[in-house]
């Protein structure tokens, strides 16, 4: 009886042991195309979600692009920006917003696009353009206004943005842990792309 439960147990462990090596060598397709399949299943996952939730609500994102419009940032909106930003956790110590605002505002190829709702400013996006692809840096809805739709919206003024400038791509980065995050952009028709992001801080410093 033992012999014969050590001999299961032994393979087994040569199956997982053959499974494991079966899977370091498939070949880097197969890998990509688990991945893709993977990154599909989220995709999905989360326009479901957002389809729940919008039948669930069916007037909440009807009341967000009623009641709030998009413009350029102003001078009297850089303080109630920046306090958006801490809200959402967007601020991080290596980060100065106010330095991050006035680089970005205004520019030929950068702004920011507030969100309005009554005087308030209640959204933000940092939406700017290297002369081939967009991006979106500091997507932000302030606490009291999400869930309402008001972040696809702001979304969408960001990608009007870019395409009145001609700009066809836009690319964003989110951090590894922020799953929310990356749910949401999936919802939004946004996929994950198979690149490694690489930077490197301070070069006006010595």
Same mark, same amino acid.
């Given at each position: 009886? *033992?012999?014969?439960?050590? #001999?299961?147990?032994?393979?087994?462990? *040569?199956?997982?042991?053959?499974? !494991?090596?079966?899977?370091?060598?498939?070949?880097?397709?197969?890998?990509?195309?688990?991945?893709? !399949?993977?990154?599909?299943?989220?995709?999905?996952?989360?326009?479901?979600?957002?389809?729940?939730?919008?039948?669930?609500?069916?007037?909440? !994102? !009807?009341?967000?692009?009623?009641?709030?419009?998009?413009?350029?940032?102003?001078?009297?909106? %850089? *303080?109630?920006?920046?306090?958006?930003?801490?809200?959402? #956790?967007?601020?991080?110590?290596?980060?100065?917003?106010?330095?991050? %605002?006035?680089?970005?505002? #205004?520019?030929?190829? @950068?702004?920011?696009?507030?969100?309005?709702?009554?005087?308030? &400013?209640? =959204?933000?996006?940092?939406?700017?353009?290297? /002369?081939?692809?967009?991006? $979106? +840096? $500091?997507?932000?809805?302030?606490?009291?206004?999400?869930?309402?739709?008001? /972040?696809?919206?702001?979304?969408?003024?960001? *990608? @009007?943005?870019?395409?009145?400038?001609?700009?066809? =791509? &836009?690319?964003?980065? %989110?951090?590894?842990?922020?799953?929310?995050?990356?749910?949401? +952009?999936?919802?939004?028709? $946004?996929?994950?792309?198979?690149?490694? &992001?690489?930077?490197?801080?301070?070069?006006?410093?010595?």
């Amino acid at each position: 009886m *033992e012999r014969d439960e050590r #001999g299961r147990l032994r393979c087994r462990a *040569e199956a997982w042991w053959l499974d !494991q090596c079966r899977a370091r060598h498939r070949p880097a397709e197969a890998r990509h195309d688990e991945q893709d !399949q993977i990154a599909d299943r989220i995709a999905d996952d989360a326009r479901r979600q957002e389809a729940v939730r919008s039948q669930g609500h069916p007037q909440s !994102q !009807q009341g967000a692009a009623a009641v709030t419009s998009f413009r350029p940032i102003e001078d009297g909106d %850089i *303080e109630k920006v920046v306090a958006l930003w801490t809200a959402c #956790g967007l601020v991080r110590p290596w980060n100065d917003a106010r330095r991050d %605002i006035d680089f970005a505002r #205004g520019k030929e190829a @950068s702004d920011i696009l507030v969100g309005v709702d009554g005087g308030d &400013v209640v =959204s933000s996006v940092l939406v700017g353009h290297d /002369g081939h692809r967009g991006w $979106y +840096y $500091y997507l932000s809805v302030a606490p009291s206004h999400q869930g309402k739709g008001l /972040g696809r919206a702001t979304v969408e003024a960001g *990608e @009007s943005w870019l395409k009145e400038r001609g700009i066809w =791509s &836009v690319n964003l980065m %989110i951090r590894s842990e922020n799953v929310q995050v990356r749910d949401f +952009y999936a919802a939004l028709g $946004y996929d994950m792309r198979d690149v490694v &992001v690489m930077g490197k801080r301070d070069l006006d410093r010595p």
